[in-house]
Each structure stands twice: as structure tokens, then as C-alpha cells.
């Protein structure tokens, strides 16, 4: 069919098919389609939408139009987890051996800084010798081996959407769910894994502001998972404030081992034992989600999540010894405090602004400058708490000498007032 005509169907309101649908991913990844072709059709999409088949079909052209990553040599159902992203989320680097821990197998892609939000493997990279692009091989033995592995998505994943996503960006064509859908699902089904669980995360940090649109989307993922065949639960979770304390590199691992320990702050703890659940029982390690969430707190409070995680380090080149001495994790050359200009109650946080100045400071990639595995914003006031007029509200980080300017944006991220809730970090989950 000529991609005029393909086109033309979606303008006007009708389904185009599995065949269509192919035909456009492939033929725009070979140049073939022009980028006005595709741009047209994807506006299209943004008006008129796609039924759950079209997303289905989209997804799946999508995810072949690289390479697929081949799993089925190891045993047992592999779960993966996915994030939409938000600010000191360090979940991944928890959950991941923590779930492994269990014997359910883990094989994660991931990705790195982008905007505002963390990344993964940035973070994990700032484990001393650390490495993150693993071959397929290697990632692959690797899980036979202990359980787990993450590596970095490379750039023949999913490579139509890459294309795609660009164009989107251009065309103001992201905020449409069925294109966020195929977006992050084709890359997750290249992945390989048999079972997904997606933090889909709404609020100030998060890629959907609003809770109705995070639902809209985990609600997309899940059914178009299904579609895949494949076992899928989605976790509402709150970006109103950063996750934990820590947001940057090494900081959010110092953290995480503080979570993997049996410690950590409540949010990150909740969190991590919430989508442990989910994995553990989607793997067939429990029989549900409740058992799940005892066996996670059991795991983690027993130290077993801390020893997987130190062979997952060990098995990717990390050094150790930063389990038990998180000083050995890279320090900064300059420190900088926040003091509160008045007294009062935390009423909100600016969480996407902090993950701004995070990145500024040297945590994000902004431009082509090298991540500073060092750089970031340690708070020591989450919203609910009371603070006095000069104390810290947080610490902020880097190797190069800190703003003044900087350090007014951070107090400016903090609204003081007279009374305000905790936050809770849990709002559903969808399945
Ligand atoms: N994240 C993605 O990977 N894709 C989108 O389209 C939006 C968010």
C-alpha cells in the first residue's frame, strides 16, 4: 500500500493494519518513508489516536527493527523493571539483586541521564571499575551465572524508535500515550525478558505531571504487554518530591546500599519492597503480591538483596569494598550548604527544578560534558518537615566550584509555610 494512502486512513479516523503499520516503522528506519510521511501519520496518531492492536502492531515493528535480545537459554520466567524516570531514583540498583536474591532471574537493560531525570547506569558507573556495556554474551551468562545482570541499552535496540522519538520531539507529537507506549515497550520487548513490572511515576519530577495521565499510561502499557504475552503489572508512584535524600551518581548509591542493608529512607524502602513484590510474584517466586512483600522485607533485612548485590558488582568489574566503605565511592572537591531563610514546615519541593541543578552541578549530561560521578544534592528536608530559619535544608555537590546562584535556586526549590502532610509515595497499581 502506498504511504499516502496509510496516511490518509489515520487522518481520517480509520485502523490502519499490522501490515501498514510495519511497512511505515521499516520503511522510515530505511529512509524510505520521508520524515514529513512519518510526521504526518504521527500527528495523525496525536489527534486520532490508536486502538489497542495499532499500539500493539506499532510496538512490535518497533522492537523488531533492531536487535532482540535472546533469553530463552536461561531458566525460569525473567522479570524486568522499567521507570518512566524522576529524581533520585535509585530503585534499579536495588531491586534488581534484591529480586535475583529470590532465584527469580533478572536481565536489565538500561539507560543513561537524560533531561532532568537519573540514569541508571550513570549511577552505577560510579562504582569504581564498574561496567555497563556488556556484551550480549556476557549479560546473558551472566544471569545463568548469579542471577542478575544490568547492562547499557545499546543503539541497535529498538532502533526505530530512536528515529521516531526525534522526529516526536520536533513535532510536538510526545504527549500522545499510544506513542509513549510503543516507545517504552518496544525497547523493554527487545529486552527479552518474559515479565515486566513498570513504576509508571506522576507528579513535579515525573514525565507525567498529573496522576490521571500516569494511569492513562500505566493502563496502555499493561494492556499492550499483554498483547505481547507477556505478564505485566504497572506501580503508580508519587515524583511529587526526589525519591530518598540523594539525587546525583554516588550519592544515590551510597543510598541504595543504605536501602540493600536494611536501612535507608522510608520512601526508597516502600518503593523497592512495592515493585520487589510485583517481580517476585510475576517470576513465580510467591504466590502473591502480599507474600511478596514480606519475602522482599525478609530478603533485604537479612542481608541476602546486600550479598547479590555485591556479586553483581564483583561480576561487572565494580570494586566491593564500597559496601562497607561507601567513602571509597567518589567525593567531591566542593561542598555547598542551603540554609532555610525562615522557620516552618517543608509545604513542596521542586523536584524537576532539582533535578536541573543536579545535572548542572555536574550529575545529568548537559551537553557533551563527561558525568561527574561526585556531583549532586544531598537533602536533608523532605516535605512535612519542619525547619528552622539557617539550617540546611540540603548539601549540594560537584568538583567544581559551586554557584551562589545555584545555591539561591535550591532554597527557592523549597516552599516554606505553616502545615503540610508527608508525602505518600504509593498511589495504585494496574494490572
Ligand atoms: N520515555 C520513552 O522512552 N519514550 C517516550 O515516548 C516517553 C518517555
Known sequence: MLVYEIIRKKLDGEENTAEEIRQLVDGFVRGEVAAEQMAAWLAAVYIRGLSDDETWWLTEAMAKSGRMIDLSSIEGIKVDKHSTGGVGDKVSVVVVPLVASAGVPVAKLTGRALGHTGGTADK?????????NLSEEEFVTQVKRIGCAIAVATEDIAPADKKIYALRDKTATIASIPLIVSSILSKKLAGGADAFVFDVKFGDGAFMRRLEDARALAEGLVRTAKLAGKKVVAVLSSMEQPLGYAIGNAVEIAEAIDVLK??????????????SAQMLWLGGAVTNPEEGQSKARELLDSGMALEKFRQLVAAQGGDTKVLDEPLRLPQPSHKAEVPAEQTGVVMSIATRQLGLIAGQLGAGRLGAAEVDPAAGIVLLKKVGDQVEAGESLAILQSNKPIDNELIAKVRASFAIGEVAQKLPILAGFVQ
Open 262 to 275: 536494611g536501612g535507608g529512607p522510608t520512601d526508597v524502602r516502600e518503593l523497592c519492597i512495592a515493585i
Open 124 to 132: 552505577l558507573e560510579s562504582i569504581p571499575g564498574m561496567r555497563l
